[in-house]
């Protein structure tokens, strides 16, 4: 009789489990409709606005109507620099804003951000800033996967997957490359595996990608570089050829040091400039407007830019001023804290870097146009990697964007290697850093001091094991005011040893609390690994 009662119990617990998962999944194939049908609006006035300031700068024939156009870039300079003040989340990418949310370091007020990111998002590429439209796909999906969990009220942990699946559909949606959207949510975003996760990932983003197509057509991101590849399957021209892509990477992980350290760097001495942010956004546009009129192939993305690359016979020369151009006017348009994104930018200074490096190949070493032209597509990949650090991203994007699958072997092995170089000299994501600066600077610009506790286990063999207490490295403002050691409490000293199972108790302000407490919870549940 009991057995029969427990089984009834427990089949109807599998059961709710069961509707729940159904009910989640469903819930994420209408976050990838509805992020489809935003991200791909997006992308399509993104080129309506383009199109529309290169008009109206054609059309502007006498000096009345070009102050017109300086005031109108100022007027929109201001209007984005007023949003960034009033919902502060909207500021760049928004992918460095998604990794908070998915580790509960934000909270998205997601209507009022969802709009100001979408329309100031727009206005930025209008006044001819070089920034993407990915990043800011990430971040509308994820605002897209945030809405729908609140209306429908669902648990914090499937919050985390509709948020997750609403990015992984942004960036479906933004380069045609559903598979690439799934991966880089769970290699970059989440972090974790599993089953439940993945298929409702792959729902998202396969409806995100539906309704793409149906809104902008079918066609490739880079539909140029469709050709077979050019490689010679023998042992000597795959030595040469390994050579070659090893040459590269090193080239690629110096560059992506230069791009972190300098993304970094340009806002810190933005920061620091003793004017109005309003005055200082103000210099910028009136900085974008002499670059849309003198060197416009930097503006934007840069998607017609790598189109250009395929058939263009651009000199090696005119190729360097884009590429420092491209990268430098980036670093400054970042600075600003406009919405837009940094994905498709790092794509096109790859791009260039390996167009530069496969002409020298063809013009020096008697190589074939397709070949010079393949390191475009392994340069991209091998930047893309040491940038963002997520290979298998890097290796499925370029090959949906480019609908061709023949060079798998060359993007596969750029990626690895340019990881392997990356790990050696322990180069960090770009994202990461981004996200670890805004959790620096949310803490340094906090009033909060109302003072709270919170306790941490600590495991057998954690970080924190037997260790002495002065001996641990403690954030600041953080004071450790007792143990819990086998239903007794007491407070200790230097010397106090910290010994498995007991409870560690803090007292700090509330916001250290909000940014140090996951940090300390991992070490006391980490283990050391064997690594000889």
Known sequence: MKEGIYETIQSLKDFYSRKIRIKLILYSILTGILTGAIVSSYTYLLKVATLARNEMIKNSNNIFSFIGIIFLFILIACFIQFTINKYPLISGSGIPQVMGIVQNKFKFNWFPELVTK??????????????????????????????????????????????TCGASAGLAAA???????????????????????????????????????????????FEKFTFVSPIVYDFKSILLHLFLIFLLSIIMVLGALAFNYYIIKFKDVYKKLKLSNYTKFSIVAIISLLVVIFLPEVTGGGHELVEKLFDSNMTIKFLLLLLVAKFFFLMLCYATGTPGGIFLPLLVIGALIGKIFGSVLVNNFGFSESYGTLFVL????????????????GIVLILEMSGNFTNLFSLTMASTITYLISELLKQESVYEILYQKMIKNEEENSISSKMVTFTIPVTADSRLSNKKVKDIKWPKNLLIVGIRRQNEEFIPNGETIVLDSDVLIFLTDENTAKIHQEKISELGLETYLNEN
């Open 378 to 393: 392994i340069a991209m990949t091998s930047y893309f990697t040491a940038v963002v650090r997520s290979p298998i991203t």
């Open 175 to 221: 380069f045609n490359a559903p598979l690439a959207g799934a991966i880089f949510a769970v290699e970059e975003l989440h972090k974790f595996f599993s089953p439940v996760l993945l298929i409702c990932i792959m729902m998202g983003t396969l409806f995100s990608n539906v309704v793409s197509k149906m809104i902008l057509g079918t066609g490739l991101s």
């Open 118 to 163: 979408f329309i100031s998002g727009l206005l930025a590429i209008f006044i001819g800033f070089s920034m993407g439209r990915e990043g800011p796909s990430i971040h509308l999906g994820a605002l897209v996967g945030d809405a729908i969990n609140k209306v429908t009220k669902r648990t914090e942990v499937q919050r985390k997957y509709l948020i």
